[in-house]
């Protein structure tokens, strides 16, 4: 994944939507990418997140990472997913 990418992630029956803004190669020391991804319409995730901190007695920002590993997100190509949407919606 890059800069510009388009990108996926399932949390909790959460579909996560969004563009990575930036890579990090092993960021925190362990080999593996990171990436920041500007999420779109994510407010059920946020507020999902802020809540268990809440409850846990966090930060209320605890829970909602700045930077995500590679294995925590999916590459999409947007125009396919896009067109398979479209003729699930038609057919």
Known sequence: MNKGDT???LYGGIH???KVVEKKEN???DG???FKIDWVSDERYATSQRWKAKM???DKNHFLPEYYRSDDVQKIDLNNTLKKLIK???D
């Open 7 to 9: 990108v996926f992630q």
């Open 16 to 18: 996560r939507y969004g």
């Open 27 to 29: 960021f925190k020391g």
């Open 32 to 34: 593996w990418s990171w």
């Open 56 to 58: 846990r007695g966090e």
């Open 88 to 90: 699930l919606q038609n």
